[in-house]
């Protein structure tokens, strides 16, 4: 059971490219979400989605695109690279219906993007 | 202001130490509170959460939320050099909402 897993783990991009960052999960979560870390900033809802075919923006959409075809991977696009993405960037997944109630995520180990 | 705000750090304490970590909120309508530990470099993992207000105790930890003042606490008890670690707090409305993060602090425990 591999849980959350995100590649690449490191990525170094050029001012103006484009690169998608990878991330599946094998626990049958329907949640799934892009967060992205930077020093001191806490975590930062880039995108969500709650099902295959759905998703929704969260709080520093710009720069990004996701999909959502299947329940196991989503993908996050970035077009255009910008020094400002300089980033750690977390996937992460829950599941709706918990026993416990709570929205409990489960992060992968993050992708740690510098745009020179 | 931020919805969820954390007590700015790092923090340092020698082994044995009891650490006192806190956050409070803005929002009256958050209903869960949880703590996130992430180690360097790895991502972050839930410690422990709670549902509305109370305590709720797991070994060494102790997650108290006061809904009264909108303060969420952390307490480490006999704390370990393993405890070192960012700590981040986090609150939602309801179950299957998103979830608001504080901005994390740092903790060392020096042997």
């Known amino acids: 059971n591999a849980g959350v897993t995100q590649t690449p783990k490191f990525r170094i991009l050029k001012i103006g490219q484009s690169m998608t960052l990878q991330c599946t999960q094998d626990?049958?979560?329907?949640?799934m979400y892009w967060y992205r870390q930077d020093p001191g900033m806490g975590l930062k809802l880039i995108y969500y989605s709650v099902g295959a075919g759905i998703t929704d923006k969260g709080e520093v959409p710009n720069g990004y695109n996701v999909s959502r075809s299947t329940t196991e991977d989503f993908p996050l696009r970035l077009e255009l690279a910008a020094p400002s993405q300089t980033s750690v960037y977390f996937c992460?997944?829950?599941?709706?219906?918990?026993?416990?109630?709570?929205?409990?995520?489960?992060f992968g180990a993050g992708s740690r993007l510098t745009v020179l | 202001q931020k919805e969820v705000e954390q007590d700015p750090g790092p923090l340092s304490v020698p082994e044995g130490a009891i650490v006192s970590l806190n956050c409070t909120y803005s929002?009256?309508?958050?209903?869960?509170f949880m703590w996130y530990r992430q180690y360097s470099r790895k991502g972050p993992e839930l410690l422990m959460y709670t549902y509305s207000s109370g305590n709720k105790e797991d070994g060494r930890f102790t997650a108290q939320v006061d809904k009264s003042s909108k303060y969420i606490s952390l307490f480490i008890r006999d704390s370990q050099p393993s405890d070192s670690a960012t700590y981040l707090c986090?609150?939602?409305?309801?179950?299957?909402?998103?979830?608001?993060f504080g901005k994390g602090i740092t903790l060392s425990v020096r042997p």
């Open positions: 626990m049958n979560h329907n949640y």
């Open positions: 992460a997944s829950s599941y709706s219906a918990s026993a416990s109630g709570a929205n409990v995520l489960t």
């Open positions: 929002n009256s309508a958050f209903q869960y």
């Open positions: 986090a609150s939602s409305y309801g179950a299957n909402s998103k979830l608001t």
